[in-house]
Every structure is written in C-alpha cells, then in structure tokens.
C-alpha cells in the first residue's frame, strides 16, 4: 500500500459550495509522486507510483495529531500559531471513533483554524480530508496503521476539473494497465471508461471554452501492426475518433449560433472569433501531435469506416481557422470605438456612431468572409443591443419607482433621443453609400431597428408611468406635494375621493413592478401583459378623477372659485379624458362669464330706463358709485380668467366675450364721464377772493 491523496469527496464538497465561480486547480500531495498535466493540448501523465515513501518517518511520529497537522497543506496555515490542544483532542478522542471517519481541516480565515467531521455548508476555497477506511480486522486508527487507512487530499478546485485530474492521474493509468480481470470484463470495462473520459475531458475544458481531444491510454505504446489486430482497442479507438468528430462538427458549426444569448455586443462579437481562432489553432496543433497521428494511422491501416469523415474535418479546420484570423483583422479595426462606447452616456453616444456605422461599413465592403447580409446584421443588432445596455445604465427602475420622475423623465428622453438619433445616421449614411456605391445597401432595415423600436416604445411606456406618478401619486422628485385644498361643502368628499385614487395607483404601481427584473428587457413578454394590467386600472382611474371635478364644481358659485378649482386639476389636461372633463368645465366657466356680462347690460338698462335712482339716494354720486361697481365686478371677473393661462380658454370662445368686456367697460367709463360732466354743470362758480 501506499499513502496517497484521493479526492473522491470533490463533487460532494463542490455540491455544498454551489455558489463557487472561480475555479482553482486541484492539488495533489507532492509526496505522492503523481504529476497532472495541465496543458489542454498535452497528455495527462503518470509517474511511477511503486516509489513512494511515506511522507513522515515513523520514528520522528509521537501521536496521530501529528500525523495530521504535518500533512496539512492549506494556505495561511501555520502550525505554530493555529494549532492548539483542542485540535489534539478532537483527533485523539473522537477522529475514527463513532462513525467520525472524515476529518476536515479548513481556515475560516487567516486567523482561525477549523477541524470538523462534516462538510462545510459555506464556500470554502481550500480544504483538506483525511479519510478513515477500516481494514478486514476493523482496527482502531493508530500511529502503526495510519498509512494503511487513512487517505488524505487537498480541495481546491471545481469538481470536475478536479474529477478529470484525479481519473486522468489515478484512477485510469492504474485500470487501463490491470491485466489480472479476464479479458471480456476489462474490454467492456475499458470501452465504457474511455467513453466517460472522453465525455469527462471534453466537458471540463468546455469551461475554459477550449475544445481538447482526448487521448486514450492504452494506444500509447502499441505499434500500428499489433494494434489492428486487437478488434477491442479498434473498437474503442473508432469510439474516440467518433467523439473527436462530433467535437469538431460542433467548434466548426458554432458560428451557427453567433446570436446566442452570450453574445450581445461587437465586443462580445470580436472576443467570439478571437477565442473561434484560438480553439481551431488548438485542435490543430492536437491533431499534429504524434500520438494523434498514430491513432490515426492504425485506423487507416485497419480500414476503419470513421477516419475518411475525420479526416475531411482537417480540411475544414485550415478554412475557418482562415476565416476567423481574416474577421480578427477587420473586427479589431472597430473595437475602440466599442470601448468608448462603454463609457459614454447616451446624449454622448451620437457623436460617436458615424464613424462606428461606417467601419461597419468598410468591413462588409472589403471583408473576404464577413461580407453577406447575415453577419453584417448580426453586428448591426449587437451595436443596437451595446447602445440599448448603454441607455438602461442610466436608467434606474428604483427611482421611477420611488417618484423621482423630474430626473428619470430627463434620462428617459435622453434614451429616446440617442436611439432616435442612431436611426437617422444609419438612414443618412445609407444614403450616402447608394449615392456613392456601386456594392447596395440591401441590408434589412426593419431587422436592424426592430431592438431599438422596442426599446424606444419601453422607454415611453415608463415616460407614462412617470406621468401617472404625477398625476395620480402627487409626486414630483421623490417627495409628494401637498394635498390641495378644496373650499365648499363638498370638499372633504373630493379630498377622500382623491385620497382613494392615490391608494388603487400604489397598488397598480406594486403591481407593474412585481418583477421590474424584466422591465428594461426588450425579449420579456411579460412586460406587455402587465402594462396593459396597469394601463385598464389608470383609465379607471381616470373616471374616478372626472368624478371628482364634477363634484368639487357642485358648489362653484364665482369663477374665481372655478378657477381655483380647475387649477388644481389643470396639471391632468395632458391626459385626454380628463381633459375633456376640464374643457367642459372651462367652457362654463366662458358661458358664466358671458352671463354676467348680460347681467351688466340688463342692470345698466334698468337703472337708466327706471328713473333711477330712488328719491333717497344721491342722484350724482349714487350713480357713480353703481357705475364704478359694476366696472368692478366686471373686472374682477376678467382678471381671474386672464390669470387662467392653464384654461383653454380660446377655444371656449373667450376671445368674443373678451371683446364685450372691452366694449362694456368703455360704456361704463362713458356713463361715469357723463355723470360728473352733468355735476359740473350744477355747481355754481364761487369766487376765491
């Protein structure tokens, strides 16, 4: 026997530890004279595992804990200070006793040393195990038969590179090369973990979006005249040269895909090609390795059905390798102004999108690859979906939600105006290219604009929830303004009735943005329904709000009071409705006006036909005084609706009526100048001396 790492607890570790992104490298013991290649392109490789000693000296062991603590290899661990009694008496009294048959050992941080028996239920970037295996007899742990039972490792990896390092280092080498099981089991057994390390090797560097050929173990040393004569080893070698096809086909049809959800931006698009260049020059330099080549060779010499398509997939390879360098070149030609593109807000965008639109231009004019319709209209929508993540940066949800609407209505526009204005240089630069171009322009544009359409439309639809904030949350930059006071009787029921249609809009508002996750995304149906949801409860609404100018105007006596009143609601004139309700009101307010103008030229032919005024009254300066009133009320009259710049008030036919006072007003002037011109006359001249 000898002492080794074995980490066949990665994937349960790695299962406790769901949210680890970072994948670390595994670490085998170094004293276990094991060495895993990591090079995507080399072959895994075994040392001798007969040479291996153990990695403390019995003699220099007083106790179990110190077999422990000398095999511990975890960063920031030093046995000086993190090392205590209790960790001694965890191992001598309760490690391998119980059912404790795995010991964990972990730093909680860089200052705390932690032994437990069970998985840490938090991630952890470093452990390590040390597992107890009783023998035959069920022996107690002791110094003598540690090295006998006990397995030890590192973890620090994802769990399938660590599941690739330790079958590839391990576990294959020691099974391809036991020849002591009968023949029948170990081809089956053979051909069915070749097909797994197949899949194990191509998924584990998938991950590092790099496509490695798996080479199997037991061809390395087997000349290409014996080799075909093991129908087995053929069988499983036609195995990997089936799984080498598929993996080919895939790297060479996975521009296909270009649209995948992964790629969302030029640079997204120009990181595509250049990793699409890296993956075919690997699989390249793979299938130039010698022990490819042999494998190659024996399936030749054997006359295998698989190789004639493998070997027509090289051929493909030295094209798109081609391809994919000639789009690099041209790709690279745009990917600073991507880059500045990312750090600009959206008014800034337009300046930079001429220059941008017509190196797109270049590429598909001149490109010997990139040059038909389909590519070029990918990379026009990834520009739209870059300017779209651009605008959203500045767009926050949560103060629309919390009624800042002064500020989110001004970066809405903005948004708005920047894809606005990407629309028109494209048109303008389009037209410049037909004008000065013999190659078309028959790119489809609807396919190009069809993101930057819906988004626009999105970008308006929050410009309607802001306005409904206004109108129905009293909102204005996340404070609400006062509750407005309404005169008369019938103004406690207005102001509830008011209070009401504030409460139903919170609940549509908490309704809309249940799942503001999907808001800003173009692809989300749902936004639609719940919109609409959201655009039926704001037309009720609406209703309940021309119910409650009806009711404020139950009790209007004066136009000033249905000037204040209609200066309250003027702010919801832009909503079309309501300001129906409100031009209805206003043109009672016109008619009322016109009525007492009426009013005023009945009362002044009265006065002037009826012999008045009375006996009692002063004849000159009574009259003057009822004329002068009368201009007063007039004016004052005037004055509120001249102070209504929020009315309509030309379209409820103010303007005649306007004239009537003009004219009504120069009467009573008349009749007053007349008056004292008659008093003169009475007073006789009285001399001064």
């Known amino acids: 026997m000898f002492t080794h790492h074995n980490n066949l607890d990665e994937d349960k570790s790695q299962g406790d530890s769901k949210d680890s992104k970072t994948p670390n490298s595994l670490h085998l013991n ?128 994802s769990a399938i590179q660590s599941l690739l390092g ?68 053929i069988n499983r070698l036609e195995m990997i040269i089936i799984h080498w096809t598929r993996q080919i086909k895939t790297v060479l049809n996975i521009q296909n895909i270009n649209d995948h959800s992964t790629i969302i931006s030029p640079l997204d698009e120009i990181q595509f090609w250049h990793n699409r260049c890296d993956d075919l020059t690997g699989i390249s330099n793979q299938l130039n390795k010698s022990i490819i080549q042999q494998i190659i060779n024996i399936l030749l010499i054997a006359k295998s059905t698989y190789i004639t398509n493998f070997l027509k997939l090289t051929d493909e390879i030295k094209w798109n390798t081609e391809q994919a360098q000639n789009n690099i070149k041209f790709l690279d030609k745009i990917k600073d102004l991507c880059l500045q593109l990312n750090e600009l807000k959206p008014k800034d965008i337009p300046d930079k999108l001429s ?15 990139y040059n038909n319709n389909e590519l070029i209209t990918n990379l026009f929508n990834k520009l739209s979906n870059q300017i779209i993540i651009r605008c959203c940066s500045i767009i926050s949800l949560n103060d629309i939600y919390n009624g800042k609407i002064i500020s989110s209505i001004f970066n809405l526009n903005q948004c708005i105006y920047c894809c606005e204005q990407y629309k028109d240089i494209y048109n303008k630069l389009q037209l410049m290219h037909i004008h000065n171009s013999i190659k078309p322009w028959d790119i ?83 936004w639609h329904d719940n919109y609409n949801r959201f655009r039926i409860g704001i037309k009720d609404l609406e209703v309940m709000m021309q119910n409650a100018i009806n009711t404020a105007f139950e009790t209007v006596t004066t136009i000033q009071q249905g000037v204040e009143i209609l200066d309250i609601f003027a702010h919801l004139r832009s909503r079309e409705t309501i300001r129906r309700t409100i031009d209805h009101r206003t043109s009672e307010l016109v008619s009322r006006f016109g009525d007492c103008l009426n009013q005023i030229k009945k009362e002044m032919t009265q006065r002037v036909n009826t012999g008045l005024p009375i006996p009692t009254e002063a004849y000159y300066s009574g009259q003057a005084l009822y004329w002068k009133f009368l201009r007063r009320r007039l004016e004052k009259d005037m004055l509120a609706l001249d102070q209504a710049f929020f009315l309509p008030l030309s379209d409820a036919g103010m303007s005649e009526y306007r004239q009537q006072c003009t004219q009504l007003t120069d009467a009573l002037d008349d009749l007053t100048k007349k008056i004292f011109n008659e008093f003169q006359t009475t007073i006789e001249p009285v001399s001064l001396i």
Request: aromatic share 10%; net charge negative.
């Open 166 to 233: 330790i079958m590839s280092s391990l576990f294959a080498p020691n099974l391809f090369t036991n020849i002591s099981w009968p023949d029948s089991i170990r081809n089956d057994f053979s051909l069915q973990l070749q097909r797994f390390m197949s899949s194990l090797t191509d998924t584990r560097w998938k991950l590092d979006n790099k496509t490695v050929l798996y080479i199997p173990l037991d061809s390395l040393n087997v000349l290409p005249e014996i080799a075909i004569k093991d129908k087995e080893l």
């Open 444 to 526: 489809q544009k609807n396919s190009i604009f069809a993101q930057i359409d819906a988004f626009i439309q999105r970008c308006r639809d929050l410009l309607e929830v802001c306005q409904c904030l206004k109108h129905f949350g009293r909102y204005e930059d996340g404070n609400k303004t006062t509750m407005p006071i309404l005169q008369g009787i019938r103004g406690p029921e207005v102001e509830n009735l008011l209070l009401t249609i504030e409460q139903m809009f919170e609940k549509l508002m908490n309704n809309l943005f249940e799942n503001r996750h999907c808001i800003l995304d173009i692809k989300a149906t749902s």
């Open 355 to 369: 220059q941008l639109i017509n190196m797109i231009r270049i590429i598909w004019t001149n490109s010997k690859y």
């Open 30 to 157: 170094d004293k276990l004279d094991i060495s895993t290649n990591n090079d995507p392109h080399e072959t895994e490789s075994v040392d001798n595992l007969d040479n291996i000693s153990s990695p403390t000296q019995k003699g220099d062991i007083i106790s179990l804990a110190d077999l422990i603590k000398n095999r511990i290899c975890l960063t920031d661990f030093d046995p000086e200070s993190h090392w205590h009694d209790i960790h001694n008496s965890i191992i001598e009294k309760e490690f391998a006793i119980d059912g404790h048959n795995l010991l964990i050992c972990y730093m909680l941080n860089k200052n705390e040393f932690k032994l437990q028996f069970e998985i840490p239920r938090f991630l952890c970037n470093e452990i390590n195990y040390f597992i107890f295996t009783p023998n035959i007899n069920k022996e107690k742990l002791t110094v003598d038969n540690f090295d006998l039972c006990i397995q030890y490792g590192n973890i620090s990896g």
